[in-house]
């Protein structure tokens, strides 16, 4: 059977391997296997045979924490998402359409008691509308500018992608302080530019954050 996945999920993808070029595939899915198929799944090809469910596998030491990446998918608020399901948890998008239910509030992590508690990988399908799950658009590109005294993924997002540039040798802790402050001036430095130690949009784009 010929079947495609959804370009929201291609790019996405794409969005993801910039940032963590070496990460593992091991557990990366989209196509269902036979045990998918003998049930209703959104990783079997809906009517447009068109699969709109993929896996991301977790491999925090090459940059591909998913803990942090579901908190920001949460934050984002796409309205492209219809679930999420990561380490024995679930949150609904606001286009829930897909085989895992509705009727909740949207992005509120509740607990999920599926068979695969999805620790070894991130689980994300995408509204059943096509206008929807073919939209190819950038994700997590609302305009974010983080700065001392910052704390959460985003920041430790931030602090992998200046280690990955040779900017930055401290731990990755999620905590803007003085040393990430000072490898953001070192990369803004290296341009030319103001160095005021905020991590604005032109820093993000240079590091592929936005």
């Known amino acids: 059977m010929s079947w495609r996945p959804a370009r929201s999920l291609v790019q996405l993808r794409a969005q993801l391997d910039r940032h963590a070029p070496h990460r593992s595939l091991a557990s990366d899915g989209t196509i269902g296997d036979s045990a998918h198929a003998a049930r209703a799944s959104d990783h079997n090809a809906n009517e447009h045979d068109v699969v709109t469910a993929e896996d991301f596998t977790h491999d925090p030491a090459h940059g591909a ?17 219809a679930y999420v399901i990561w380490d024995h948890k679930i949150f609904d998008g606001p286009n829930k359409s897909g085989t895992g239910g509705g009727g909740v509030e949207p992005w509120i992590w509740r607990r999920y008691d599926g068979a695969d508690p999805h620790t070894g990988h991130l689980h994300i399908s995408v509204a059943g509308d096509p206008e929807l799950y073919d939209d190819p658009s950038p994700w997590l590109t609302h305009p974010r500018t983080m700065r001392r005294g910052d704390e959460g993924p985003a920041v430790r997002n931030l602090e992998r992608a200046l280690r990955h540039a040779g900017y930055y040798t401290g731990a990755i802790d999620g905590d803007y302080g003085p040393v990430v402050a000072a490898a953001v001036n070192a990369l803004k430095h290296a341009h030319g530019w103001h160095q005021d130690g905020v991590a604005g949009p032109r820093v993000l784009r240079a590091l592929g954050l936005n």
């Not at 924490?65 to 998402?81: I, T």
């Open 65 to 81: 924490d998913m803990s942090d990446f579901a908190e920001l998918l949460r934050a984002g608020e796409d309205p492209r998402l």
